[in-house]
C-alpha cells in the first residue's frame, strides 16, 4: 500500500468535508459520492468512504466513551449528545448502514467498543478500580 502524502490527506478530507456538507440538506443524496469531485479516485470506492466517516465518528465516540467512564456519565446519554453534536455525519452512516455491509461490520464493532466501555472489559480482559491519579488501568485475564 503507498504512503498517504499531505496533499492526499488533505484532498481525502475536503471530500469528507464536502459529503457531510451535502448530508446537512438530504443524508441520502449525499451518498451520491460520483457526485463529489475526486471521491471515488481518492478512496477507491463508496465503502472506503463510508468507512472512513465511520473512522471518524468511532474515534470522536472512543473519547467521549473514555471521559464519560471517568465522570460517571451514562454510555447511552453520551452516544446521543456526539448524536446531537454531529447530526449529518450520524445520519449518513445510519441511511447508508442500510445499503452497505462493510459500515454494518465496522457499525457492529462500535457496538463492542460500547460494550467494553460499559462493561469494563478490553478484549477478554476486566479493567480493575483505578486508583485515584493512576494513569494506566491494570489489566487481569476475564
Given at each position: 500500500?503507498?504512503?498517504?502524502?499531505?496533499?492526499?490527506?488533505?484532498?481525502?478530507?475536503?471530500?469528507?468535508?464536502?459529503?457531510?456538507g451535502r448530508a446537512h440538506a438530504?443524508?441520502?443524496?449525499?451518498?451520491?459520492?460520483?457526485?463529489?469531485?475526486?471521491?471515488?479516485?481518492?478512496?477507491?470506492?463508496?465503502?472506503?468512504?463510508?468507512l472512513a466517516l465511520q473512522h471518524?465518528?468511532?474515534?470522536?465516540?472512543?473519547?467521549?466513551?473514555?471521559?464519560?467512564?471517568?465522570?460517571?456519565?451514562?454510555?447511552?446519554?453520551?452516544?446521543?449528545?456526539?448524536?446531537?453534536?454531529?447530526?449529518?455525519?450520524?445520519?449518513?452512516?445510519?441511511?447508508?448502514?442500510?445499503?452497505?455491509?462493510?459500515?454494518?461490520?465496522?457499525?457492529?464493532?462500535?457496538?463492542?467498543?460500547?460494550?467494553?466501555?460499559?462493561?469494563?472489559?478490553?478484549s477478554g480482559q476486566r479493567i480493575?478500580?483505578?486508583?485515584?491519579?493512576?494513569?494506566?488501568?491494570?489489566?487481569?485475564?476475564?
Open positions: 500500500m503507498a504512503e498517504m502524502s499531505w496533499n492526499d490527506f488533505r484532498a481525502r478530507r475536503a471530500v469528507l468535508e464536502e459529503v457531510l438530504d443524508p441520502a443524496q449525499a451518498l451520491r459520492f460520483d457526485e463529489v469531485p475526486g471521491a471515488i479516485e481518492l478512496f477507491g470506492s463508496a465503502d472506503n468512504i463510508l471518524r465518528w468511532s474515534n470522536h465516540l472512543a473519547a467521549r466513551l473514555d471521559q464519560a467512564v471517568e465522570d460517571g456519565t451514562p454510555l447511552n446519554a453520551t452516544w446521543k449528545a456526539l448524536a446531537a453534536e454531529q447530526p449529518a455525519l450520524r445520519a449518513l452512516l445510519d441511511t447508508a448502514a442500510a445499503s452497505s455491509l462493510r459500515l454494518r461490520g465496522s457499525q457492529r464493532a462500535e457496538q463492542r467498543m460500547i460494550e467494553a466501555h460499559h462493561t469494563g472489559r478490553l480493575e478500580q483505578r486508583p485515584i491519579g493512576a494513569r494506566t488501568p491494570t489489566m487481569t485475564p476475564a
